[in-house]
Structure formats: C-alpha cells, structure tokens
C-alpha cells in the first residue's frame, strides 16, 4: 500500500468490522497501539467501537485502501446511547476470562485510572444537549496528512445535518488531534487534564471537548 493509492470514503459494512477494530487497536494510543499500555487488543476495540459498529452501523464510514481498511470515523447521533450496560458486562466478563483483568500490565493502568477518577479528573459538564452526537476518528500511521481525516468528517458532518441533528461534540487527549479538529471548524468548548498516563509519559494530557453546531 502506498500513500498514492486512491483512497475510498463510504458507509461503514459489516466485513468492515475486523479491519475497523484492528485499526483501533494500532492507533488507540494518541495514534499509537494500545499494547503500549494495555494487555488485550479486542477489549479495547470492544470499549471503544462496539456500540457504534453493532448498534449504530448507519452512522459508521471508513477509508478504504485497495481493499483494506485504513481509517474510520464511527459516530452516534445521540452520544448518551453509547454508554450501555450491556456492553460494559459483556467487556467486563471477557476481561475476567481471558484473564486480562489481571495481567500486571492492565492492572497497573487500571490503577493509575482510578486514581485518576478519584481526583475528580473525570467531572466535566455535559455538552450531549446542546451537541447531542459525538463521534471517533482515527487515521492508521503512514497514511495520516493526507486529508483522508477531513473527508471523513465532511461526510460525517454531511449524514448529521440530513437527519436534523443539532450538533456535536467529543473528547481528545491528542494534541495533534485538537489542531485537527480546530481547522476542521470545531470549537473548543471545555479543557481540562487526565494524569493516568503519567507512569508512561511522565507529564499529564490535555482533555479537550470539542463541539459544532449543525442546526439552530
Ligand atoms: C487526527 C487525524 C484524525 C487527522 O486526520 P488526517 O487525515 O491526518 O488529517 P487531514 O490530512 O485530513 O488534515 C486536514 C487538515 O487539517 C490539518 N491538520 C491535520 N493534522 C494537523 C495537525 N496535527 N496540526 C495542524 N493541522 C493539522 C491539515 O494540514 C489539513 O489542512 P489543509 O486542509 O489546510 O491542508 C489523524 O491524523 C489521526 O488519526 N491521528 C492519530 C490518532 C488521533 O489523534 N485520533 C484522533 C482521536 S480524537
């Protein structure tokens, strides 16, 4: 694959799935794989894409690239559906037998979260009023910069306004990413700060909620 070969933005299907969640996992972590903090590729594709793929699929697109799945967004037109606690169960319950709930490696993040939690770093406001939609983007390594990301968006953004949504918001720890969004039109409607990355990156991440308006 070379960055000169076309790439195809359309609908998400579903024998996108594998493709989608395995570009999830290589670039969960601020565009890098999650192995670099977590023991379990498919939970982690579980927390992070299962309810838009399995419940929302008609709000799902991806780049495609000689046949492969190279970037996604995955969006929800109502972003307090996401959190259900079906999904949380059936993630919790693979944990436990897999045994990646007690690998060294996840409980050492699973620690560093809950501190995290404990400090209050988890209370921001609620944007899903007055931006109800959200959404995940990700590009895979080699192929960002090429404006795949922004014709993403376009199209997602495009889907959301045909069905009367009023806006919609989502949540970075990537700076890059934040740059991304501020030139994509969005605007930067919360900042606040996460620590539990700390024992790998030795500094805090930013937390940013973005938002646009689609509609009055
Ligand atoms: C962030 C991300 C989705 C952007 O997609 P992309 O395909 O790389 O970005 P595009 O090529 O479509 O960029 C579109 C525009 O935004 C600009 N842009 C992209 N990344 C930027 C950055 N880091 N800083 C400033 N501008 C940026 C581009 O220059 C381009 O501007 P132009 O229209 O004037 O040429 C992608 O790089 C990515 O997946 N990164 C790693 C994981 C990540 O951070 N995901 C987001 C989690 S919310």
Redesign the pocket.
């Known amino acids: 694959m070379t960055e000169n070969s076309p790439v195809v933005i359309r609908k998400f299907q579903k024998n996108d799935r594998e493709g989608l969640r395995r570009v999830c996992y290589s670039?969960?972590f601020?565009?890098n794989p999650v192995s670099t903090f977590l023991s379990g590729d498919e939970i982690f594709a579980d927390a992070i894409t299962l309810y838009f793929t399995d419940y929302e699929p008609g709000s799902c697109w991806v780049a495609e690239c000689r046949g492969e799945v190279v970037?996604y967004l995955i969006g929800a037109k109502d972003a307090r559906r996401v959190c259900r606690p079906g999904i949380l169960f059936r993630i919790f319950m693979k944990s436990v037998l897999s045994a990646a709930l007690f690998k060294p490696k996840n409980l050492l993040f699973i620690g560093n979260f809950l501190i995290s939690l404990l400090k209050g770093e988890f209370s921001e406001p609620d944007f899903s009023r007055e931006y109800p939609a959200t959404?995940?983007?990700?590009?895979?390594?080699g192929?960002?910069?090429?404006?795949?990301?922004?014709?993403?968006?376009d199209a997602y953004l495009g889907y959301l306004k045909e069905e009367g949504v009023r806006g919609v918001h989502?949540?970075?720890?990537?700076?890059?990413?934040?740059?991304?969004?501020?030139?994509?039109g969005f605007k930067l409607l919360y900042k606040g700060k996460r620590s539990y990355f700390n024992y790998i990156l030795h500094k805090e991440l930013p937390l940013y909620i973005y938002g646009k308006r689609l509609a009055e």
Do not use: C, P
Not at 135 to 141: A, G, K, P, Y
């Open positions: 670039t969960g601020l565009g970037g959404l995940h983007i990700n590009i895979q390594d192929l960002r910069g090429a404006n795949i990301g922004a014709r993403l968006v989502f949540a970075t720890m990537s700076e890059r990413a934040s740059n991304f969004f501020s030139k994509q």
